[in-house]
């Protein structure tokens, strides 16, 4: 037996509506469905051999469009396949058995031969059934729900380790979450009040790569903060949801060249996943001018190229030179004080680049036939306590502005290692420092306390602060050692990685921390 119907119905055949299958007078099917029902009524019709064909009532065969097409998987929640005619018994009782065939006999589909109050008493049985089962159902959910309630109140408690996470993070400090590479072209601002092509917004905008929530602010480069008593606006749009989250007025005599950090009181708990940077001046005598950073792989944050404000005669793939900073969702950073605003904590920490990390060397000198040093991607060094002496390697850090605080991870890698108290130490010193000195401690800037390994896969925080901020590139030591002298035990694997540098807030930026305009939040649909 093969079953068919037009591909135009297959939504129809396989929703959740109730449906009924006569067979029969189509005639007679019609007029018995033309009163107002929610059960969708079907014909179905010998058209040639073993072949059926399956209409909506009223519909005719012969009308068709697209050709009909074989089911392998039957129609959903039919409740009943029904004829008036008892000679037509045997074809139901056929497309019963293909029914259970093809869709499974744990439900078997209902036979009704007889006349209509046949088959709404069959109707009414199953409905009946019907709302028995949901009346069980609602009454088990509800049970499960109280338990569900009686559980999260009496018996489960937030684990003290998640409550001090989570206070830890309230209290943290900003987080650099995407920084651009270093600057290599410059762009204009466009001026607002300027003339420029009809149906074209004079406005530079860039995409940013990053979602609304925990976004913090945004950083600009300023190659020339432009002349005159003009002003700066940025604005940053929410796309998908065609809000404006924050808006920022800066007058040009407050600008200067180098980083101008634009921030939000606390960082947003918006859901968008699409968020737009857009800039345009207003007034002066000559706009500010932005740096442009190539994009690398990420062609998608590349200047419109129907952009007025595109860079003429530059990479195609040039997007603005900015960093994007984040923190926990709802966390206020800025505290007022008086009429001004400042920002909460002493800096803000930035991951250290996997590339500066990845030059690291070898100052003390090892031989074996395993290894014992060496950079592991992304960001992670290993390096073998010596026999004797500690191990020692040395990270080459650029001048940082500000540099107040660097830290690190170190643990053993490898879960087979028995051995304990296994050392590790940071030392930060200026450049040119050996390592006999940073271990001894004399010409130092920060150092640690030998910190003890005794965990496989468990790792330390070394945190060394200087005692005032620096500009100067630095050199940071990295030293193991063996709880005392002698073999080197198997499976001593220690890894340094999540290198972390924190700069000192008033070094951090060139210029100071700029608010949102009052009422920054305003719907694009109205304005």
């Keep these: ?96 058995a293909w029914w259970a065939r093809a869709g499974g006999s744990e439900t078997p ?8 109050a046949d088959l709404d008493a069959a109707l009414l049985e199953r409905s009946l059934r019907e709302t028995y089962r949901l009346q069980q159902s609602n009454q088990q959910l509800m049970r499960d729900l109280a338990a569900l309630r009686e559980s999260w109140t009496h018996h489960v408690r937030i684990p003290p380790e998640v409550e001090e996470l989570i206070s830890t993070l309230r209290i943290g400090r900003p987080h650099l979450i995407f920084n651009s590479p270093l600057p290599s072209h410059e762009v204009d601002v466009p001026d607002a009040a300027r003339p420029g092509v009809p149906g074209v917004e004079q406005c530079l905008t860039q995409r940013l790569p990053c979602s609304a929530r925990g976004w913090l602010g945004v950083d600009l480069h300023i190659a020339d903060p432009g002349r005159g008593a003009g002003v700066l606006y940025a604005q940053v749009e929410a796309v998908d949801v065609g809000t404006v989250l924050a808006r920022w007025c800066v007058p040009f005599d407050l600008l200067s060249s180098g980083w101008l950090p634009l921030r939000l009181p606390s960082a947003s708990s918006q859901t968008s996943r699409s968020l737009t940077l857009k800039l345009w001046a207003d007034g002066g005598e000559a706009p500010p001018r932005l740096s442009t950073s190539p994009t690398g792989l990420l062609h998608e944050y590349r200047f419109d190229p129907q952009s007025p404000a595109r860079p003429a005669g530059h990479d195609a793939f040039e997007m603005l030179a900015l960093q994007l900073w984040g923190g926990l969702p709802g966390v206020r950073y800025f505290a007022a004080k008086g009429d001004d605003e400042i920002l909460r904590g002493s800096g ?7 590339p ?14 395993y290894p014992v040093f060496g950079y592991m991607d992304p960001g992670k060094v290993l390096l073998r306590p010596l026999k004797t002496t500690a191990s020692a390697a040395v990270i080459c850090l650029p001048a940082t502005s500000g540099l107040i605080e660097v830290s ?40 640690t306390e030998w910190v003890e390994l005794n965990e496989p896969l468990v790792p330390s925080r070394l945190l060394a602060r200087l ?28 890894v340094f990685g999540r290198f972390e540098a924190e700069s000192h807030a ?22």
């Design 109 to 116: 589909i209902p036979v009704v031969v007889g006349s209509r």
């Design 506 to 527: 008033e070094t951090t930026w060139d210029m100071a921390a700029v608010l949102p305009v009052a009422g920054g939040r305003t719907d694009l649909r109205s304005a």
């Design 348 to 354: 803000t920490v930035v991951p250290i680049p996997a």
């Design 356 to 369: 500066v990390v990845a030059k690291v060397a070898l100052t003390r000198e090892q031989t074996a036939t």
């Design 467 to 494: 005692p005032a901020a620096q500009n100067i590139p630095v050199d940071l030591h990295l030293f193991t050692r063996l709880p005392e002298p002698g073999p080197i035990p198997p499976h001593a694997r220690v």
């Design 408 to 447: 690190c991870e170190a643990m053993i890698d490898d879960k087979r290692c028995r051995t304990r108290r296994l050392g590790a130490r940071l030392v930060v010193t200026p450049r040119g420092i050996g390592p006999d000195e940073a271990e001894a401690g004399r010409n130092v800037l920060a150092a």
């Design 1 to 96: 037996m093969i079953l068919q119907a037009s591909s135009s119905s297959f939504p129809a055949l396989y929703s959740a509506e109730p449906k009924i299958i006569s067979m029969g007078s189509l005639e007679a099917s019609a007029s018995t469905a033309a009163a107002p029902t929610a059960v969708r009524w079907y014909g179905c019709e010998l058209v040639e051999g073993d072949r059926y064909l399956l209409t909506e009532c009223g519909e005719s065969a012969h009308s068709l469009s697209p050709p009909p097409c074989p089911l392998e998987v039957p129609p959903t929640n039919v409740w009943a396949l029904w004829t008036p005619d008892p000679a037509r018994e045997q074809s139901l009782l056929a497309l019963q």
